[in-house]
């Protein structure tokens, strides 16, 4: 699968995911369930594998 995006759109998605991934931290920390800290442990884990792949796409240069 191919994802074309924009740096603008890069950028969005990125400060996206790092608020989502910063509000599951604080779920985490706030939580004592073990289920549901292993659940918010794997949701975690996505959200920065997904920054990642994000953060490794290349740059698109703009027509300006």
Known sequence: MTLDITDQERVLLLE??????????HE????????????????IGLLEGLKSKVEALPSVATAG
């Open 28 to 43: 985490l920390h706030h939580t004592d369930a073990r289920d549901y800290r292993d659940y918010v442990k794997q949701k």
């Open 16 to 25: 996206l995911l790092e608020a989502k991934n910063t509000a599951m931290l």
